[in-house]
């Protein structure tokens, strides 16, 4: 495949939800037609794309209908199958990000072991896959503990707190007995996080820090830029740096921190792909987050990231969306609505960036 690939070729993206149907709208800015590759039928990506393909991430029948018509293929979500990627690359696909970058984040105690060999901070974790182990972890890192499935689970699922030592076993069951990582809590004074990118070439582009507000394990609200010292978003920068590098990444990634009190950041985990604490791009810088992926997947330079705006983000879940009438009316807010047919409650619907100068007071 030819680099820098030129506009009207066609990239592939596994995934159908919101995160792709962004990617499909900036791949079309950019010149480029999109093929979604989403089990379910009338998917938020594929009622915008130039070619959808309805199946299973792993069918091989699918993945080579896919490879038919586009040669570049990135991803939208990080519970890709490996096995969805090696088929592809097989078939001579090139992939972006790279499986190793998959492969770290699927797993959380991976995700956390390589971090730590990059020399990038992290809470103490331990690894548990009985009840025993469960149990033993609990009273190796002292109570209480975050208890999460190794793989899968997000905004708050497949995961739950343990108190004391004797509750090990019981969580343990309860999130289905299969392999654990045990978090010990971390004594943060605010979550932040950064969107960062690398192009094919090495080119670094890090947007300015968020700050993240979660209720029930799922993102509310960011705002940013942040408030922070120069100290603090260098630090953050650095550790960007090192993850991007470390994993010869190629596109967006977003990373997720946690401030200590003493100024220090550790990584709470990190997405391979564009993500939700980077929707204020959208309105908030010349290039969003989402055109920087496919600008860096394709080969391209990769653009700009001063803040231009400030911007609070608001997640819109469940029938909140109904709101849209009202919210389209407000001067500053800019809505951004993901096509989804069924408002269910807690399902991520839109969201709304309200945007105000960067001499802003409230900042």
């Given at each position: 495949?030819?680099?820098?690939?030129?506009?009207?070729?066609?990239?592939?993206?596994l995934?159908g939800?919101?995160?792709?149907?962004?990617?499909?709208?900036?791949a079309?800015?950019?010149?480029?037609?999109?093929?979604?590759l989403?089990?379910?039928?009338?998917?938020p990506?594929?009622?915008?794309?130039?070619?959808?393909?309805?199946?299973?991430?792993?069918?091989?029948?699918?993945?080579?209908a896919?490879?038919?018509?586009?040669g570049?293929?990135?991803?939208?979500?990080?519970?890709v199958?490996?096995s969805a990627?090696?088929?592809l690359?097989?078939?001579?696909?090139?992939?972006?990000?790279?499986?190793?970058?998959?492969?770290?984040?699927?797993?959380?105690?991976?995700?956390?072991?390589?971090?730590?060999?990059?020399?990038?901070a992290?809470?103490?974790?331990?690894q548990?896959?009985?009840?025993?182990?469960?149990?033993?972890?609990?009273?190796?890192?002292?109570?209480?503990?975050?208890?999460?499935?190794?793989?899968e689970?997000?905004?708050g699922?497949?995961?739950?707190?343990?108190?004391?030592?004797?509750?090990?076993a019981?969580?343990?069951?309860?999130?289905?007995?299969?392999?654990?990582?045990?978090?010990a809590?971390?004594?943060?004074?605010?979550?932040l996080?950064?969107?960062?990118?690398?192009?094919?070439?090495?080119?670094?582009?890090?947007?300015?820090?968020?700050?993240?507000?979660h209720?029930?394990?799922?993102?509310?609200?960011?705002?940013?830029?942040?408030a922070?010292?120069?100290?603090?978003?260098?630090?953050?920068?650095?550790?960007?740096?090192?993850?991007?590098?470390?994993?010869?990444?190629?596109?967006?990634?977003?990373?997720?921190?946690?401030?200590?009190?003493d100024?220090?950041?550790?990584?709470?985990?990190?997405?391979p792909?564009?993500?939700?604490?980077?929707?204020?791009?959208?309105?908030?810088?010349?290039?969003?987050?989402?055109?920087?992926?496919?600008?860096?997947?394709?080969?391209?330079?990769?653009?700009?990231?001063?803040?231009?705006?400030?911007?609070e983000?608001?997640?819109?879940?469940?029938?909140?969306?109904?709101?849209w009438?009202?919210?389209?009316?407000?001067?500053?807010?800019r809505?951004?609505?993901?096509?989804?047919?069924?408002?269910?409650?807690?399902?991520?619907?839109?969201?709304?960036?309200?945007?105000?100068?960067?001499?802003?007071?409230r900042?």
């Open positions: 495949m030819d680099l820098p690939l030129a506009p009207g070729a066609m990239i592939g993206i995934g939800g919101q995160l792709g149907r962004m990617l499909a709208l900036a079309a800015r950019l010149g480029f037609d999109v093929a979604i989403e089990p379910e039928p009338d998917s990506a594929g009622r915008v794309a130039a070619h959808a393909i309805r199946g299973p991430y792993d069918d091989p029948r699918a993945l080579e896919l490879a038919a018509v586009a570049l293929v990135t991803y939208e979500f990080e519970n199958p490996a990627v090696a088929h690359i097989a078939q001579g696909v090139e992939v972006a990000p790279n499986g190793r970058a998959l492969a770290v984040a699927q797993d959380r105690v991976e995700e956390k072991t390589f971090l730590n060999s990059i020399g990038v992290t809470v103490a974790f331990a548990a896959d009985s009840d025993e182990t469960a149990s033993a972890a609990v009273a190796q890192l002292g109570a209480p503990v975050l208890m999460k499935t190794r793989r689970g997000y905004d699922k497949g995961q739950r707190w343990v108190e004391h030592v004797a509750d090990a019981a969580a343990f069951e309860a999130l289905g007995g299969r392999p654990v990582i045990l978090e809590p971390a004594d943060f004074v605010r979550e996080s950064v969107i960062a990118a690398r192009g094919r070439d090495g080119e670094l582009a890090i947007y300015p820090l968020a700050e993240n507000h209720e029930n394990g799922v993102l509310r609200r960011s705002v940013a830029p942040a922070v010292t120069p100290a603090l978003a260098e630090q953050a920068e650095r550790i960007a740096a090192q993850i991007l590098t470390g994993l010869d990444y190629v596109g967006v990634i977003g990373i997720e921190l946690f401030e200590l009190p100024g220090r950041l550790l990584v709470n985990e990190i997405a792909r564009v993500h939700n604490t980077g929707h204020w791009t959208m309105d908030g810088c010349e290039v969003d987050q989402f055109e920087q992926h496919i600008r860096a997947v394709a080969g391209w330079p990769l653009g700009p990231t001063a803040a231009i705006a400030r911007v983000m608001l997640n819109l879940l469940g029938d909140e969306v109904e709101a009438a009202k919210l389209a009316g407000e001067p500053e807010t809505l951004h609505l993901y096509g989804k047919r069924d408002a269910k409650p807690g399902r991520k619907m839109g969201h709304v960036n309200r945007v105000s100068p960067l001499a802003d007071p900042r």
